[in-house]
């Protein structure tokens, strides 16, 4: 498998980016392209055994940076590292894309100018991974799309299902909406108009879910519009943000605390890793014409390495063939007047 | 001060709403009447020294419970102790009505059967109060209305803000709009049409803000509409539910852990304390013609105590008043065709 890497995406790149793409070369054996500027990455490859790796470097002459708005890069970088890399996905010189760079600027390269919409997807979605206690939970839409319409959160619904199933290995799984009350009936006319098209039309869908069922894994897919679900992982990340705030905080203000904080270094490593969105490493973007995995900016090398896994397993998972067909077989979920 | 309390409103009532009356009785010294059944309520209140303090009981036959629809309750149990507690507030019995019980069916019957909207307001929205590192920020609206209109937004802004400066005594609230991203031209249509209509409003409206902002103290009330205030608050309180669990469950797996757990208490109650929504206790329902806060289900007596004591501040602060006032000095805010 050929994975491209954007060398210039995280916020410290191109370390951990590099690092990650060791990582991932040793453990899985697969060619990975790292995409950027040539020199900083052969200096920063420099700083590790890559005896028996297949590493690949493609020139790219610009970098979008977190401050660029996704509006403007398009036409704006045209060299950059994600234009670049996305074109070799394109023109099938890699089967698929991994940056922890600007996430807005990924989504309008990906979509407008590089890989574009798989035939009859209305808008690609960006997901979210959850994965708390062991267990990996697809969240779509995150942010690419504010104002969203029902027949876009039903293909949300398909491709995330698509993706649980083929990518995550997970049978029959369970689609569920996001909504401010369980019962049919709950939610805002969107939703209430998403639910009527997502019963009956192939994937298993178990009705509304409130954050607390979806925290609690008891859906596979929760389908929610742009708006709402970037509100919650982005409420998800502030309030982990100030609760182990708040515990370092408060584990630091007399000695038996502090203490109690090195003792209990191990039990919390173990919460961390539970609830660690690095653990997943990155999410796809689903809809586009191929495989593209967006991670965190503050992504470190072993976030960089568990993106490429996520990558290569939609590649495996054949994930845009599957979607390609989803569309075509669901003909109530074919693109309508759009 | 006379404040109403439904004695029947918590998850365990009527164990801690009366006891959450006679802490509240004897801390401010106001007459609490306590509505419900009332040889329940006089066996709870035997359980307790109530020498010397002001609690009356008003019968009230039937109760909501939290499996009450709301839209069935207004006409169905047109004697519960909502209905009744609520009317004793219309009729000038009491100045506030503080109920644990079912939100929806407080909201239906405040708005619907007994208080009613104050002349001008759209639609009343329910609020939360987040006590954050000793700070309140209140968001608004967080589920009395799932599909919103600008306006709308607009009055939440004015209430919110009435409710921080005269309850919360904080000069000059710092009003934001919850969004996708803090930059002007982000979120949703109805975001961008709210934020128009909040600049040159009188209220001090600083633009839009991401829940890390909000979290985080920058703004003193949060306006949102109510799917997507209903989606944070209850992200919020599942996520801090799995982190928590999270933690005892790691603390408890080896003899290190253990003692660290051990040691680790004082600091974790100091922490919960800090996230803790019982310390504010309840949150007002605002746009009705009437103080009305409404607390969690789950509350305990030292979170009915506070839950009055908001009902106090509110009262205290003429807050229904000037919200009467604010519609009627801001042209721009008042009714419009709706």
């Given at each position: ?13 191109p370390?951990p ?7 991932a ?15 900083t ?27 660029d ?8 970088k ?49 997901s ?13 839409d ?6 969203t ?29 996001l ?20 019963t009956?039309?192939?994937v ?22 742009g ?6 992982i982005k409420?998800?990340?502030a ?23 090195l ?45 490429i ?16 067909q ?13």
């Amino acid at each position: 498998m050929r994975i491209v890497l954007d060398a210039m995406g995280s916020d410290q790149h191109p370390g951990p980016d590099v690092e990650g793409a060791v990582l991932a070369a040793r453990e899985y054996g697969d060619t990975i392209i790292l995409v950027g500027d040539r020199a900083t990455i052969e200096r920063e490859l420099g700083r590790h055994d890559t005896t028996g790796l297949t590493l690949e470097i493609v020139h790219a002459p610009q970098k979008i940076v977190m401050t660029d708005k996704p509006a403007a890069v398009g036409r704006g970088k045209p060299e950059s590292s994600m234009h670049i890399g996305l074109g070799l996905v394109k023109d099938g010189q890699g089967d698929a894309f991994v940056t922890a760079g600007n996430t807005g600027a990924a989504l309008a390269v990906a979509t407008l100018h590089k890989l574009h919409r798989i035939q009859g997807v209305h808008r690609p979605a960006l997901s979210t991974i959850l994965s708390l206690g062991g267990q990996s939970i697809v969240l779509l839409d995150v942010g690419a799309n504010t104002d969203t319409r029902a027949e876009w959160l039903l293909q949300y619904g398909l491709m995330g299902s698509i993706y649980a199933e083929r990518a995550l290995k997970r049978s029959r799984p369970r689609v569920a909406l996001l909504s401010n009350g369980e019962e049919a009936g709950k939610g805002t006319a969107l939703v209430q108009e998403a639910a009527e098209l997502l019963t009956g039309s192939g994937v298993n869908f178990i009705g509304n879910a409130e954050p607390k069922e979806i925290l609690h894994g008891q859906v596979d897919v929760a389908v929610m519009d742009g708006f709402s679900g970037n509100v919650m992982i982005k409420t998800l990340e502030a309030l982990a943000q100030v609760v182990f705030d708040l515990i370092r905080q408060e584990l630091m203000v007399d000695t038996r605390s502090k203490v109690a904080g090195l003792l209990a270094k191990p039990a919390f490593r173990r919460v961390h890793r539970q609830i660690d969105p690095f653990e997943i490493g990155g999410a796809p973007l689903l809809g586009v014409d191929g495989v593209v995995i967006i991670g965190h900016g503050r992504s470190n090398a072993v976030a960089v390495k568990n993106a490429i896994r996520q990558a290569r397993l939609a590649v495996e998972g054949q994930v845009v063939d599957a979607i390609r067909q989803g569309l075509t077989q669901a003909p109530a979920i074919q693109e309508q007047s759009d």
